[in-house]
Structures are given as C-alpha cells and as structure tokens.
C-alpha cells in the first residue's frame, strides 16, 4: 500500500532493538513536537484523544518518527468504534512519520484487528499490546502474556498495575528473560508502586518508554513527565566498562 509523503522530515528513525522513548500526545502542532524532541526519540500519538488524528498527521511537520495508539475505550482509551478506529490506524500507517502503530492484543487475538499487520505493510512495525488496570497477574500469565505479544507484533507489550513494589520483580524478571531470548518486548507498571518501573524496565531490556511532555497530560497512572524519565534512564543506564 502507498504510504503519503508529509510535510515532516524526521531525523530520526524507531530501532527498537534499543530503547525508545516515546512522548504521548494528542498534539502534534509546531508549538508540542520541539518539546518532546528534547527529550524524546519518538513521539506516541495518542489518536484517540485527538479532535482530528488524520488532519494532524497530514499537517505534521515535526522530527520525530511517530508511534500511532488508537486506543480502544475497552482498553482504557477513548475510541468507540472498533471498525472505524482500526480503519484510522490504518490510515495513519500510510504517512511516512508514522514508523509503529500499536493494536491491542486481545482485538488481534479474537479477530478484528487481525488484517491490521497486513494492511499497513511491511515497513511498519506493530506493538501488540495488553494493558491490566486491575493487577499484576502471576509470573506465569505475565509471561504467557509476552509469548503471545510477541507473537502476534513485532514488538510486544506488557502493562500490568502493581498493587504494591513486590509486583514489580517479577515483571522485570519476565522482561529479561524475552531480551535474552531476542524477542523484543516493552513492559511498566501502572500505579505509584509501579512508577519506578518506568525507569528501571530499560535495564532489563524493555524497549519502549512513554511519557508525557506535561505531567498534567499522563496517559496512565504513575507516568513520568518525559524530562524526567529520560534523565532516570540515563543516570541508571549501565556504563561500558573501561
């Protein structure tokens, strides 16, 4: 399928076989992306929460390669409409910006997301994602859970809530455990006893981080504001030996 040339060039490209990190927004006017692009190499574009998602894509102009999320309000975003969502997403995977899209895991599990990978084409890259507001499942689930997102993507997605630190380890355990095995995957913790997984899940080998440039815009519970973020994963970031 084409794929439409914006008025953006980016400078920079997705690689998720490192870490990306991913401002969230809805806006993708001049004045939003120079923010993110400080901190930021890549921008999440939230297409839910935006009044024109295709309108913005068509007039973006900014540096950095976009992540679509069409987040369907099953899977605690805004999109109602299930054909009409994933038919945006598609069309957002056209422009040239547009590097990833993500799809939820359980509309490619039952089926309506399922011709999504083949409709937007090889050049882009899927995030299978799954989201638990509720919980953190057990080791076993979690783990169950990124076989199967990482299966169905290309890159999977793993987003529980701890309900105290103690969920934490086992999720990171999880993360390591899918790098080692060379099967890209990017995991958090939702919830204030999950924040600082936002910063630590890197060293495991989670590939992708999301912040918002406003704190006051967090797209999940216990998101740090992107500044922030990157300046943990940075100080945290384990240094080449000399």
Known sequence: MERFNSLALCLCTM???EFVLSASTA????????????????????MDLADDPLGALDAYDGDLPILATNRVEWE????????????????????????????????????????????????VTIVASVHDFDRTPS?????????????YGDVGKVVPTAESVDDVPP?????????AQGR???????????????????IYGSRIGYAPV?????????????????????????????
């Open 15 to 17: 690689d998720f076989s």
């Open 27 to 46: 806006d993708l006017s001049d004045a939003a992306e120079p923010a993110a692009r400080e901190h930021a190499d890549a921008v999440e574009f939230r």
């Open 76 to 123: 605690g975003g805004q999109a109602a409409d299930e054909k009409a969502r994933l038919d945006d997403l598609v069309a957002a995977a056209q422009y040239d910006a547009v590097e990833a899209v993500d799809v939820e895991l359980e509309a490619m599990r039952r089926g309506d997301a399922a011709s999504v990978p083949d409709r937007v084409g090889d050049e």
């Open 139 to 151: 080791i076993d689930d979690l783990r169950e859970l990124a076989r199967q997102t990482t299966e």
């Open 171 to 179: 999720l990171l355990s999880v993360t390591r455990e899918f790098c």
């Open 184 to 202: 890209p995957i990017a995991t958090m913790a939702m919830g204030e006893p999950g924040r600082h997984s936002r910063a630590v899940a890197p």
């Open 214 to 242: 406003d704190p006051t815009d967090a797209t999940a519970p216990g998101q740090y504001d992107v500044a922030t973020l990157s300046e943990l994963v940075g100080r945290l970031e384990p240094k080449p030996e000399a």
